[in-house]
C-alpha cells in the first residue's frame, strides 16, 4: 500500500487511488480516505486543495471545446506579446478580454503542468484523456443498472457473476456487469484483461464487448485481453467454441454473423493500427485429454501418418490439414510423450520428410508421395 504521510499536492493528483476517489467517490474508497485523513490531519490541506484542482481541471475540460481551447491559447498568446511591446495598453482592451474564459483555458494546462496527462496513460484513468474509451462510451449510459469492480492490485481479483459465471481479472483492468441479466443475453463489458468461465445457457447467450471486440459464448472457457493503451485485442480459447465480431453496432451482435469462430487453442488477435484480425493458434497448445490417460493414443508402431494426424486431432482440437491420397502409404513409428505439440510434429515431418506451417488457425502439412 503506498505511504501518503509525506505526499505533496502534487503527488496525491498523480496517484491513481486517490484520483479515482475523487472522481468516483465509492463507498469503499470513501471509507478508506475517510479513515487515513482522521489518523493524518496534517495532510487534510494538501488533500483538500488536490480534490479541488482535480474537480476544476475534469469541469474545464467538459464546459470548453477542442476549438475554444485553441483559440484561447491563440488570444492569450497575442495579448502576451502586445502587453510586452505596449507599455501604454488601452485599459478597454483589457477590459474585453474574456477572463473567465480564459480561467478555463488555464485549467486545462494545468493538467500538463502537474503532469495528469500521465495519469491518462495509466489503464483505468480515461477519465483524464480528451476522448473516452469504448467502455466508458459503453458503461457510461447504463451507469445506474451496472456494477463495476476494479482491480488496481498486483494480483488477480475473483469476480462472480449473477448468473453463476465467473471472471478472474488481471491487474489494472476493471469489469461491469448488470445487477441481473436481461432475458435474452448475458452483457459483460471489460477494459483490461479477464478470464472467463461461463455457466452453461444456450438460451441466454454471454457476450462481452472489449473495445473493438464482441465475444459471444454459450458456455465456456476463454481470455481476452483488451488494455486501452496497447496495439492488439486478443481472444485465446481453453474450451467449448468461441464467435468474435469487430464492433460496429453492439446491437446486432445477436443476430449478427460472427467473423471469427475459435475453438480450443485457436486465438484471434485484432490489430488496431491496420483494423485487421487474425486467426491464430496459441502459443503452447494445451492437450485437452490428459496425456498419462490418453498414453495409448501416442505410441505408434507402423501405423498410417494419417492416423497419427487424427489422434493429434482428438487430443488437441486443432485442424490438421493434409492430402490424404498423397500420404496414404506413409507410415510411422514413433512414440510421443509429453513434447509440446509443436515438437510432436517436428519429429513426424522429419519421419516423412515432410514441413507444417500455421495458418489461420490451422496447422497445414506440406508432404511428398511415400512408396
Known amino acids: 500500500m503506498q505511504n501518503y504521510t509525506e505526499f505533496t499536492i502534487k503527488d496525491f493528483m498523480l496517484d491513481d487511488a486517490f ?13 478508506f480516505w475517510n479513515n487515513w485523513i482522521h489518523e493524518n490531519p496534517h495532510q487534510t490541506k494538501n488533500i483538500e486543495t488536490a480534490k479541488e484542482i482535480i474537480k476544476k481541471i475534469r469541469a474545464a475540460h467538459e464546459e470548453i471545446s477542442e476549438s475554444d481551447l485553441n483559440a484561447e491559447i491563440k488570444r492569450f498568446s497575442d495579448s502576451r506579446k502586445l502587453l510586452s511591446s505596449s507599455p501604454q495598453i488601452d485599459e478597454a482592451k483589457v477590459r474585453y478580454f474574456d477572463f473567465t474564459k480564459l480561467w478555463k ?56 457473476l449473477p448468473d453463476g459465471s465467473q471472471v478472474t481479472l488481471s491487474k489494472h483492468s476493471r469489469v461491469s456487469y448488470p ?7 448475458r452483457e459483460v463489458y471489460l477494459s483490461g484483461e479477464a478470464f472467463f468461465e461461463v455457466t452453461k445457457n444456450p438460451h441466454k447467450p454471454f457476450v462481452v464487448y472489449a473495445n473493438e471486440l464482441a465475444t459471444r459464448v454459450l458456455g465456456t472457457s476463454f481470455t481476452i485481453s483488451s488494455y486501452d493503451k496497447e496495439e492488439e485485442v486478443k481472444v485465446i480459447v481453453k474450451t467449448g467454441k468461441v464467435a468474435v465480431f469487430p464492433l460496429n453496432n453492439e446491437d446486432e451482435v445477436l443476430e449478427k454473423k460472427p467473423e471469427v469462430m475459435l475453438t480450443p487453442n485457436q486465438k484471434v488477435v485484432f490489430n488496431r493500427a491496420d483494423n485487421q484480425m487474425k486467426r491464430s493458434i496459441v502459443a503452447s497448445p494445451e492437450p485437452l485429454k490428459s496425456i498419462v490417460s490418453t498414453s495409448k493414443y501416442l505410441v505408434f508402431e507402423n501405423i498410417p501418418v494419417t492416423q497419427v494426424f487424427e489422434k493429434l486431432y482428438e487430443l488437441y482440437n486443432i485442424p490438421l490439414v493434409y492430402d490424404n491420397t498423397l500420404m496414404v502409404n506413409c507410415r510411422i513409428t514413433a512414440e510421443l510423450g509429453n513434447q509440446p505439440l509443436f515438437e510432436k510434429l517436428d519429429l513426424i515431418c522429419r519421419a516423412i520428410d515432410a514441413k507444417y506451417e500455421v495458418i489461420d488457425g490451422q496447422i497445414v502439412i506440406h508432404g511428398k508421395k511415400c512408396n
Open 19 to 31: 484520483c479515482r476517489w475523487v472522481i468516483q467517490n465509492s463507498e469503499t474508497d470513501n471509507q
Open 105 to 160: 483555458v488555464a485549467a486545462v494546462l494545468l493538467v500538463g503542468v502537474f503532469g495528469v496527462l500521465y495519469l491518462s496513460k495509466q489503464t483505468g484513468f480515461d477519465e483524464f484523456s480528451f476522448e473516452k474509451t469504448a467502455y466508458k462510451k459503453r458503461t457510461d449510459d447504463k451507469k445506474e443498472i451496472l456494477e463495476e469492480i476494479i482491480n488496481d492490485s498486483e494480483k488477480t481479483k475473483l469476480v462472480d
Open 179 to 185: 445487477k441481473s441479466f436481461s432475458a435474452t443475453q
